[in-house]
């Protein structure tokens, strides 16, 4: 599925990318304003399509969808972002945007469309589609939050192995970066899925690597250099391009907040983009057509540019080339070595990096990779244009490709992952060791200096996302009870109702510890699962009996936790057609997880993240609550401002 969702992505764009092509292409003698016309029009009317369908049809369809992923199977729950509406508003939206020839790539939806697809799929149920398989037993296994979660990383690593061809990379990309949880079994269940998709992808389309280079077999110094260099700058560029991108997106949530403005500023940047690339190309010479590589192409010469037939514009074959040629074009093994000047790559990497920056966070549905890898393989081709590095001894396209690696890996932080994807996208070895090279080194300056690109939106979008290993230094001279929240609500186990209502409508609180007569933690209940009994016990006479007509219960009106308030609002309205109390014994988690309040807080953060919950209570020496510790009491910035009154006494 993920396979097939990719291949009707890049299709889809492809073909708008070839008829805008094609239309410039038929009015190419025709008045400048015309050209002109022709080449705005097209752009500008995707991109009303592609940011209607975001800021309309699903607002949470916006972006790559990566840091979405990545929360998500860190822990957090995030509504709506897996559902059948999203995948629906971020495939249009995805292929219009590629298809406007705007410094973007599909690959970060395809990867969220593929979650999509097995989080669905595991399910039998859609609340957009409004169905459930309440009678097919089948799906009820897979509807743990831990098969939930494997599945869905069998997806995200599906979605990568049908956007880059890269079965290997898929599985090592999800161990590396997405997946905060793994375990061995996954391995062969998740490479399985990946072949598949791979293997889909080749027989519907017949491509084999997306960017195939020959072996190249020289390997010398200049090589070796060139990583390092590329290693640097594009390390200091990705830290550059992420805090750019940062600081834009905060302006943006300040001053755009109007869905009218969202799309306006769409408009406004897709015209801006218009004008720039069609102009840019006019201020740089032409060259003698070449005859073999991809520049030998008749549909990347624009005549408009070039007075003599003989020539074209190589500035301009990059500008007007959407998606996958823009690398294509920069890393072809057959394009003359000295075809790109050091002005055309200049321009080219101010105009496109600049807009690659300033796209994401706008109502678009788009990824990065390819912006990434344009960037990096043009600072290489830049690179290679310096005297030092002789052609004979080194191919400006293994210097490019070691560029676009390493700005992919200063902009993610992959590594192993990366390099095996960079590997399966050349289907070259030769360059494996430059590769490792540049991205170790463009790596380490960019940890250095800033956190990754992902996770740095992961914070634009405040999703308590929890790191492995320490999150603060000597978290372990603190203990639980500095960082707990106190006083703690909770229930008896025969509540009253007025007591519960009163709870759900003035605290915001997802879970309650129940207590029994003589104050001793009895377990958990969920703010959902108040709600859905409250609701039963309105609408039904008969009260539930037991744990599995509560579960027959959630399997059937499972649709109404997407409406929690208005079941709330509707029970307050017909409280006095509720009972007087509510027997929580039958329905709550006899068994919640908890820890003393002298723990050690580094153990408590290592248990609350590697057992993935939700809630941690805790408890005194004597076996009393006395707390309760969530995801968001363990982000790095809470538990630094709550520790800042011991850190005097620590010091001391």
């Avoid at 260099?229 to 391009?241: H, P, Q």
């Avoid at 074959?317 to 920069?330: D, K």
Wanted: glycine share 8%.
């Amino acid at each position: 599925l993920a396979g097939v969702i990719a291949v009707s992505v890049v299709a889809l764009s492809s073909y708008f990318c070839k008829q805008r092509s094609a239309l410039l292409h038929q009015v190419a003698h025709h008045p400048l304003w015309a050209i002109l016309l022709v080449h705005t029009c097209p752009t500008t009317l995707l991109l009303l399509v592609a940011s209607l369908s975001i800021v309309y049809l699903q607002p949470c369809a916006v972006g790559s969808g990566m840091p979405e992923v990545m929360a998500y199977l860190n822990g957090i729950r995030l509504p709506e972002v897996f559902n059948m509406r999203t995948l629906i508003a971020k495939f249009l939206s995805c292929c219009c945007v590629v298809g406007s020839g705007m410094a973007v790539g599909p690959e970060g939806p395809i990867i969220h469309m593929g979650a999509m697809a097995a989080a669905g799929v595991s399910q039998g149920r859609s609340r957009t589609l409004g169905f459930t398989s309440t009678r097919i037993s089948f799906f009820d296994h897979f509807r743990s939050r831990r098969n939930h979660r494997d599945f869905l990383c069998g997806g995200a690593a599906a979605g990568v192995a049908a956007a880059f061809h890269a079965p290997i990379g898929g599985v090592l990309f999800v161990m590396e970066e997405v997946a905060s949880f793994w375990e061995h079994r996954l391995m062969w269940r998740i490479f399985l899925g990946c072949i598949g998709a791979a293997l889909i992808q080749t027989l519907l389309t017949g491509q084999g690597p997306l960017f195939h280079q020959r072996e190249y077999h020289t390997l010398n110094w200049q090589p070796c250099f060139a990583s390092v260099v590329l290693g640097v700058g594009c390390g200091l560029g990705a830290v550059v391009f992420t805090w750019v991108n940062v600081k834009v997106n905060l302006l943006r949530r300040r001053y755009l907040t109007h869905p009218l403005l969202r799309i306006a500023e769409v408009l406004v940047l897709g015209l801006m983009w218009s004008l720039l690339t069609f102009f840019l190309p006019f201020f740089t010479p032409c060259r003698p057509i070449p005859t073999t590589g991809v520049l030998a192409d008749p549909a990347r010469h624009f005549e408009f540019y070039c007075p003599d037939k003989q020539q074209f514009s190589p500035l301009g074959a990059l500008t007007l080339t959407c998606g996958e040629g823009v690398v294509e074009t920069l890393l072809d093994f057959d394009t003359p070595f000295d075809m790109f000047a050091p002005l055309d790559l200049v321009l080219f990497l101010g105009a496109y990096g600049g807009f690659a920056c300033l796209l994401p966070g706008t109502a678009l549905a788009s990824g990065l990779v390819i912006p990434m890898l344009a960037i990096g393989a043009a600072s290489g081709r830049l690179l290679a244009t310096w005297p030092l590095f002789k052609p004979e001894l080194i191919h400006p396209g293994i210097i490019a490709l070691v560029g676009g690696a390493a700005f992919f890996g200063g902009v993610s932080r992959l590594t192993v992952s990366l390099t095996v994807i960079m590997i399966e996208l050349a289907g070259s070895l030769s360059t494996l060791v430059p590769l490792m090279l540049a991205i170790l080194v463009a790596k380490w300056i960019a940890d250095s200096l800033a956190h990754s690109f992902y996770h740095s939106h992961m914070s634009l979008k405040c999703f308590p996302f929890l790191d492995i290993g320490a999150a603060l230094p000597k978290m372990e001279c603190f203990a639980a009870r500095d960082v707990m929240e106190a006083p703690v609500w909770t229930l008896p186990s025969d509540a009253p109702v007025t007591m519960i209502l009163d709870l759900l409508d003035t605290t915001s609180h997802n879970g309650f510890p129940v207590l029994n007569r003589c104050g001793a933690l009895q377990g958990l209940v969920l703010r959902e699962q108040l709600l859905l009994l409250l609701w039963d016990r309105l609408h039904s006479p008969k009260p539930l009996t037991c744990w599995e007509d509560y579960r027959r219960l959630e399997a059937t009106h499972w649709q109404r936790f997407r409406h929690l308030d208005k079941v709330l609002a509707e029970l307050i309205t017909n409280q006095a057609a509720l009972p007087a109390t509510l027997d929580l014994r039958l329905f709550i988690e006899t068994s919640p997880h908890t820890v003393l309040a002298n723990c050690s807080l580094k153990d408590t953060y290592t248990v609350f993240r590697s057992l993935e919950l939700r809630h941690l209570i805790v408890l005194d020496t004597s076996g009393r609550t006395v707390g309760m510790i969530t995801r968001k009491d363990l982000l790095p910035s809470v538990m630094a401002e709550r520790l800042e009154s011991a850190l005097p006494s620590e010091r001391e």
